[in-house]
C-alpha cells in the first residue's frame, strides 16, 4: 500500500480517538539520541506525533501560579494522551508493523529531567509548530494549549515538513513568567530559573509534581 494511503487511514483514525493534532517526522538523523534500545533504534524510522488540546477554561484560572485544578487537568489529559497512543500503537501493529507509544510525560533521567525523547522536537519535524521562547512546542491555531505523546513505528509513512512559522513579535509569556525564566530568544530561556520555581510551587503544595502553567495558558500561537 503506497505511503499516503497509510497516511490518511492512520491520520482518520488518530482524530477518531480525540487527538487534536497529528503529524509525522522523519527520526533518521535523531534516533541514536533517543533513550531507548540500540535494537529498537535500529528498526524505527519515523515518529508519529499527537497532541490533545488543554481546556481553556481551566488554564484561564492560572495567574501567577499553577492551580489544583490545573494540575489534575494536566495530568488527565496525559493519561487521555497515553491511552489514546495504545490504541493508535495496536492499530498499528494490526497492519503488522512495529510501535512504540512514548509515554507523554514520563522522567527517566531525573538530572537532567529528560525523557525517552523530547516529544516537543518530534513535534517540530513533525510540522505541528516551533519551539517558542517559553521552550515549549508552539501550534499556530492551539498556541501552548496542548500536551503531546508520541509513537515510534517503522510504518511507512509520509513525514511531514517542519513548520517556518515563529513567535515574531509576540512577548505574552516573557511579560508573565513568574520566575523571568523566559528571554528573547528561545535558545536563551533558563531552565535552571524555571525549574526552582516549580520546586517552590511544588513546596507550596499547588502542584505534586514540576509543572507552572502561567506561560502555557498565555501563549496564542499565530493569533
Known sequence: MAKKSYNAQLKKYCLAQGIDLFGVADIEKIKKDFLISPNLQ?????????GVRLSGGVLEEIKNAPTRLYFHHYRTANVYL???????AHFIERKNYLAV??????????????????HKHIGVLAGLGWIGRNNLLVNKNLGCHFRLATILTDMPLKADQASKDSCAGCRLCVEVCPAGAIKEKPEDFSHLVCFEKLKEFQKKRLTDQYICGVCVNACRGGK
Open 101 to 118: 507509544p512514548i509515554p507523554a510525560s514520563q522522567i527517566v533521567d531525573w538530572e537532567k529531567q529528560t525523557g525517552h525523547l523530547s
Open 42 to 50: 535500529e528498526k524505527l524510522n519515523c515518529a508519529v506525533s499527537l
Open 82 to 88: 497515553d491511552q489514546a497512543a495504545l490504541k493508535i
